[in-house]
Each structure stands twice: as structure tokens, then as C-alpha cells.
């Protein structure tokens, strides 16, 4: 067996013991095969294990951890301290206008999306189809509102 086989053979164990039994799974592996997780589990158990977050990007990724939850004034407070950290992404104004709107905020959906809108047009040219029509339901939202 190739060390990368056998290197994913026990990542995948160690997701999947993680997934089962937590505990046993830290017991077994330690943190040897942590940072090896796919970045969704790796952000969830960074939160679950109550790891502070280092820098803006593990704000905007617990944000979106807790959107996913329906915890979305938990998620705002993460993009907003991600925000403050100097994050400046597309993906987190999409979010926070997502996160807004569903608290009702429409103005402050509105203001989120066109500064998304703003930061990605200097990549038009290089949009996939789901860019496209993304940037298509944002505007639809706008003209609509």
C-alpha cells in the first residue's frame, strides 16, 4: 500500500470514528489527521471543540456554519467579526445579505448584495455558470425589492 493510500485509508477512518464516537476518535488519532479533514468538518469541529477563531476567514467559516443551522444572529456576529478583520471576500457580503434577509433586514440585505455585486464585476469575464446566475438572482432581488 502507498503511503497516500494509506494516509487517506485512515483519514477516512478517523471522519468516520469522529462522525460515531468523538471521543475515541481524539483517543485513537490525537490531532495528527486534524487538519487533514475535508474544510466543512474541520470548521464544525473547531467550533465543537471550541477552538478560538485565528484570523477573519474562521469567522466568516463559523458564520456560515451557523447559517447553515438557521442560527443567523449568531452568523451575522461572526461575519461582522470577520469584517473587522479585514475580510473583504465576495462571499461574505453574499452571505451577510442572505443572513440579513432572512432576519428581515432588507435594507441591509439591499446594501450587502450590491457590494457583492460591486466586487465581483471586475471578474465578469470569468464567471462560471453558477457565477452568472447568482449575480442574476442578486440583481433580480434588487430590482424586486
Not at 468516520?16 to 475535508?38: I, M, S, V
Not at 469541529?45 to 442560527?71: I, K, M, T, V
Amino acid at each position: 500500500m502507498e503511503e497516500h493510500d494509506l494516509y487517506a485509508t485512515e483519514l477516512q477512518k478517523f471522519q468516520q470514528l469522529l462522525a460515531e464516537k468523538p471521543n475515541e476518535a481524539y483517543r485513537r488519532y490525537g490531532l495528527c489527521l486534524f487538519y487533514g479533514l475535508p474544510d466543512d468538518v474541520l470548521v464544525r469541529e473547531r467550533a465543537r471543540l471550541q477552538f478560538p477563531p485565528r484570523d477573519a476567514l474562521d469567522h466568516y467559516n463559523q458564520g456560515a456554519l451557523e447559517s447553515a443551522a438557521g442560527n443567523h444572529r449568531e452568523a451575522l456576529a461572526h461575519y461582522r467579526k470577520a469584517m473587522s478583520a479585514g475580510a473583504d471576500l465576495p462571499e461574505l457580503y453574499y452571505n451577510l445579505a442572505l443572513t440579513y434577509r432572512e432576519l428581515g433586514e432588507t435594507r441591509e440585505a439591499k446594501k450587502n448584495f450590491q457590494r457583492y455585486l460591486a466586487i465581483i464585476q471586475e471578474w465578469e469575464d470569468e464567471w462560471n455558470q453558477e457565477e452568472l446566475e447568482t449575480a442574476e438572482e442578486v440583481r433580480a432581488y434588487l430590482e424586486s425589492s
